[in-house]
T-cell receptor, first 109, second 115 residues
Framework: QQPVQSPQAVILREGEDAVINCSSSKALYSVHWYRQKHGEAPVFLMILLKGGEQKGHEKISASFNEKKQQSSLYLTASQLSYSGTYFCGTGGGGNKLTFGTGTQLKVEL | NAGVMQNPRHLVRRRGQEARLRCSPMKGHSHVYWYRQLPEEGLKFMVYLQKENIIDESGMPKERFSAEFPKEGPSILRIQQVVRGDSAAYFC?????????????FGSGTQLSVL
């Protein structure tokens, strides 16, 4: 079952914050986050392996609530370079990932 | 240190022809994953291979699609008798050990267009 992401799309002004959510109907062992720019390969952002774990990457961080089978990606003080489509990928064991529906983020001046 | 290499970058085929997509994983990586992406959609898992073995092909269509990862050479995704619905971007990713705490390194993809 494919994880569901929300919102589907969001438009920000530079400097604004955003939260992207990822929910799964299955138990999660790991959550990956990737960003993909149009016509390019997905690029790794971070992995969360333990329930409740939070990881950070510059101004992008994420949390993982194993009990709720959810993860959230937090983007603070957004920059133009943050524009792209964000995917969560959930693992049920091993490294085969099931990717979410995607969230299109556009950052404008 | 070259990343994941996919070729061709763009492939045009007529209905009924065969398409062969190649993926060379990063040096030292023995685990390869193929994903398909339709326009404006997410990445759909197709197959997971380790050298000479298919580990998980649960996302592969039952007919016309096959994948291999030989001892020597790149991984190949083969689509026989292509149809218009096969038009998509096909991404390959690799990882060193195939465990849940590893990130996937993606190639730039092959855009398949079926006329």
């Amino acid at each position: 079952q494919q994880p569901v992401q929300s919102p589907q799309a969001v438009i920000l002004r530079e400097g604004e914050d955003a939260v992207i959510n990822c929910s799964s109907s299955k138990a999660l062992y790991s959550v990956h986050w990737y960003r993909q720019k149009h016509g390019e390969a997905p690029v790794f952002l971070m992995i969360l392996l333990k329930g409740g774990e939070q990881k950070g990457h510059e101004k992008i961080s994420a949390s993982f609530n194993e009990k709720k089978q959810q993860s959230s990606l937090y983007l603070t003080a957004s920059q133009l370079s943050y524009s792209g489509t964000y995917f969560c990928g959930t693992g049920g064991g091993g490294n085969k990932l099931t990717f979410g529906t995607g969230t299109q983020l556009k950052v404008e001046l | 240190n070259a990343g994941v290499m996919q070729n061709p970058r763009h492939l045009v085929r007529r209905r009924g022809q065969e398409a062969r997509l190649r993926c060379s994983p990063m040096k030292g990586h023995s685990h390869v994953y193929w994903y398909r992406q339709l326009p404006e959609e997410g990445l759909k898992f197709m197959v997971y291979l380790q050298k000479e073995n298919i580990i998980d092909e649960s996302g592969m269509p039952k007919e016309r699609f096959s994948a291999e990862f030989p001892k020597e050479g790149p991984s190949i995704l083969r689509i026989q008798q292509v149809v218009r619905g096969d038009s998509a971007a096909y991404f390959c990713a690799s990882s060193p050990e195939g465990t849940a705490n590893e990130k996937l390194f993606f190639g730039s993809g092959t855009q398949l267009s079926v006329l």
